[in-house]
């Protein structure tokens, strides 16, 4: 063997066990940032400013409530923008009119906490069961702060588990679903964030920080990258797995005697709808840039689709009543169903008012009184 | 005599009734044309007028962003919206419960891109049509019903070409079928 051949495969064995090495440290390292994350260690660790139902901590949230409960019984209205109310004033969320149809039947007897998040997803839902955020943070910046945003992520010394419910009502969100699709992360922009804030850091944090970057980048590359828009069907499989675990994960968290019921909202676009029917839903609210109807139309049938398949296959197994509400608007022909939103995905008054109408039959019909 | 007339007479109401119902049958008529526009536009909808939620320059000679400087000082007078200038940058807040007449445009990270103000209902009522080879071009006028409180204001407002696009007008609408396909365009007039 030449010398040169022999320095090479030294080299080479070097550079192999050098990465080995480096691969085993970044999996133990960011399993370790991994559970720091996950918020256990890290709610309990970090001593925040408290002050219990103060206007900052109510940001996120459309209406104030008590986080003490009172004598009444006590409903929790969870779920993410339908629920907030976007799109609609406060009287004409479905919560506030559940509220009032409660109270001009049963009065005092009901507490409604109005706890939707536009924009709401289960994994920022499983963080506001230990500690309440009060400020509203985007799906993506959500993702994208998985390493230095969590920490400055500010939240309240209470969680939706203080609230202690009587009932619980879960909205299917399609947040968890759209963030992959509609906005294209660039990794390189995401990768200089994460510079940016680890040079504030220990070593140790970088370094920490540096491996959970390449775990992140190895699961990608290994997942066929979340971001081919060639590969549809595998993307969808795995935001319903995705989907299907947080929601267990969320759903497990509760006191078992807690009863949860489980509602699907209806949204604009139905899967026999086409271009022709975004044409007219952009004129309907005169719209130029049509992109955005575009990619709805294409997708939110199959979002609501894995929303239905993940909340029905849930309803089975933990034994929870699970109803798709606003069936008549969603069999509508598409110019009648246009009259019920203010865009692809949010109601207006005349949609949220049959939400609330079949939610308070529901309570009526199954006795929670 | 008087048997063979009746019979004349039967005949003719017959054949009357038969042409007239078979003009119905086939012929378009103004209410069908009507349905094909409503579905197609659609009506009835939202008279909606669209400001970008940030105005990039207070000083800026461009005529679009005065004008939208203009309508948002107007509506903030009416407490609508809440202005916040930064530096020569004037951005558009909305205020809470005002969703009937301000519509917040949002994108995927629900920040505002822009708010479209409800100025009405517009409807439609078709008066008169003409075919000119495969087209039907049908006349009529778009009303204006259920007008909010931001309507007179932003009809004072905007400048006379736009007005029409906005406010109640007579207007043409042009249907056209092609390989089974409906095409409907509305021009204000």
């Keep these: 063997m030449k010398h040169t051949d022999m320095v090479l495969s030294r080299y080479y064995s070097r550079f192999a066990i050098v990465v080995m090495v480096g691969c085993l440290y970044s999996l133990v390292a960011s399993e370790i940032i991994f559970y720091l994350f996950k918020g256990g260690f890290y709610t309990k660790m970090n001593n925040h400013k408290s002050t219990p139902n103060g206007a900052d901590e109510m940001k996120i949230y459309r209406e104030s409530f008590s986080v003490q409960k009172g004598k009444r019984f006590r409903i929790l209205a969870i779920g993410g923008s339908t629920t907030y109310g976007v799109g609609v004033n406060t009287a004409f969320t479905w919560p506030h009119m559940l509220q009032e149809k409660l109270d001009s039947n049963f009065p005092e007897k009901y507490e409604v906490i109005n706890l939707g998040i536009k924009g709401g997803h289960i994994e920022e839902f499983i963080q506001n069961y230990y500690a309440s955020l009060t400020e509203f943070i985007s799906k993506e910046d959500w993702d994208n702060s998985l390493l230095n945003g969590t920490f400055k992520i500010p939240h309240a010394d209470w969680g939706w588990k203080d609230l202690n419910p009587d009932l619980i009502i879960i909205a299917t969100t399609i947040t968890d679903m759209m963030n992959d699709f509609i906005s294209e992360r660039n990794r390189t922009a995401v990768f200089a964030q994460y510079l940016h804030h680890m040079l504030e850091r220990t070593w140790f944090c970088q370094n920490m920080a540096l491996c959970f970057y390449m775990k992140k980048e190895l699961a990608t590359i290994d997942f066929n990258s979340r971001t081919n828009p060639l590969d549809e069907s595998r993307k969808l499989d795995l935001i319903q797995k995705d989907y299907m675990s947080h929601f267990e994960q969320f759903i497990n968290l509760w006191r078992k005697d807690i009863p949860i019921y489980l509602v699907g909202f209806p949204v604009l676009f139905n899967a026999s709808d086409g271009n022709n029917d975004v044409e007219k839903a952009a004129r309907y609210w005169n719209i130029q840039d049509k992109s955005n109807l575009y990619k709805n139309v294409a997708l939110l049938p199959k979002f609501v689709a894995i929303g239905q398949k993940v909340a029905y296959t849930i309803a089975t197994k933990y034994n929870y009543h699970y109803e798709e509400l606003g069936e008549e608007i969603r069999t509508l022909p598409f110019n009648d169903r246009l009259e019920y939103y203010v865009d692809s995905v949010h109601m207006n008054s005349k949609g949220t008012i049959i939400l609330a109408e079949q939610i308070y039959d529901y309570l009526v019909d199954n006795k929670f009184k | ?189």
């Design chain 2, 1 to 189: 005599m008087t048997y063979k007339v009746l019979i004349f007479m039967k005949v003719i109401v017959l054949t009357a009734t038969m042409l007239l119902f078979t003009n119905s049958v086939f012929a378009e008529t103004i209410k069908e044309v009507e349905r094909i526009i409503r579905t197609e536009m659609p009506y009835p909808r939202d008279d909606r007028y669209t400001i970008p939620a940030i105005l990039p320059d207070s000083k800026s000679t461009d005529k679009k962003n005065q004008l939208y400087l203009k309508i948002a000082n107007a509506l903030e007078g009416k407490g609508l919206i809440k202005l916040i200038t930064q530096g020569s940058v004037t951005k558009i807040q909305p205020v809470e419960n005002t969703y009937d007449i301000v519509h917040q445009n949002l994108d995927q990270k629900y920040v505002l891109q822009s708010v479209s103000i409800i100025l009405g209902v517009f409807r439609m009522k078709a008066i008169s049509m003409h075919t000119q080879g495969d087209k039907t071009i049908v006349s009529g006028e778009r009303l204006l019903m259920n007008k909010t409180s931001a309507c007179d204001i932003l009809l004072k407002l905007l400048p006379e070409g736009e007005v029409k696009d906005y406010s109640p007008s007579p207007v043409q609408w042009i249907i056209q079928r092609r390989n089974g396909q409906v095409n409907v365009t509305e021009k204000t007039q």
